[in-house]
């Protein structure tokens, strides 16, 4: 993901905001439409409605969002500190956050789980190999301390912006930490 200026960590993310985009469509079309088809009580209604917005979001290309998601996160929680901002910095730059992208890729964690655990008869994780599930669970730390930091950062440059971490070499993402040059240094406050 790194090499070539992080080309290829640039057009994952612009692939994940568009399967994102075709996600949030589908789901809010399927509400706008099933509010007015369904019949019988209100629980009926909410659940049957549910449904419809999940399987409009499964058609739309709900499993490849999630794993694209979990790239990113994976990315993001890397050990690398100029992979780990540039994927912030990708993904707030096109109006996504960590957030997100980690809601999306936990669920696909958890469906994961439920799966490997109805597979090898109720022992939760069983059917992952060890390394699999120390991989997820290493991303997961990673993912959950990036949102615990930026979300409660003090630390705040120009615009109410969290600062970014120095690399390895004391250099800041993009002022030669393996960016490209002229891109922002900073990350939005919101939604991390």
């Given amino acids: 993901l790194a090499e070539n200026g992080f080309s290829k960590l640039d057009r994952l993310i612009a692939l994940r905001f568009d399967y994102a985009q075709r996600v949030a469509l589908a789901?809010?079309?399927?509400?706008?439409?099933?509010?007015?088809?369904?019949?019988?009580?209100?629980d009926d209604d909410d659940e049957a409605l549910e449904e419809k917005a999940y399987?409009?979001?499964?058609?739309?290309?709900?499993?490849?969002?999630?794993?694209l998601?979990?790239?990113?996160c994976y990315a993001a929680?890397?050990?690398?500190?100029?992979?780990?901002?540039?994927?912030?910095?990708?993904?707030?730059?096109?109006?996504?956050?960590?957030?997100d992208a980690w809601a999306?890729?936990?669920?696909?964690?958890?469906t994961v789980y439920a799966a490997d655990a109805e597979l090898a008869g109720g022992e939760t994780g069983r059917g992952a190999d060890a390394a699999q599930?120390?991989?997820m669970a290493e991303m997961e730390e990673g993912v959950q301390a990036l949102l615990a930091k930026y979300q409660g950062s003090a630390?705040?440059?120009?615009?109410?912006?969290?600062?970014l971490e120095e690399d390895d070499a004391g250099q800041k993402p993009g002022k030669g930490g393996g960016q490209a040059a002229g891109a922002p240094s900073a990350l939005p406050p919101h939604g991390v």
């Fill in 27 to 42: 789901e809010s079309a399927a509400f706008a439409y099933g509010g007015h088809d369904t019949a019988g009580g209100a």
């Fill in 55 to 67: 399987l409009a979001r499964s058609e739309a290309g709900l499993f490849t969002l999630q794993l």
């Fill in 69 to 72: 998601d979990s790239v990113v």
């Fill in 77 to 99: 929680a890397a050990k690398s500190k100029p992979l780990r901002a540039r994927t912030l910095q990708v993904l707030y730059e096109g109006g996504g956050s960590l957030h």
């Fill in 104 to 110: 999306n890729a936990e669920e696909l964690i958890r």
């Fill in 133 to 135: 599930r120390r991989a």
């Fill in 155 to 163: 630390e705040v440059v120009g615009e109410g912006v969290p600062a």
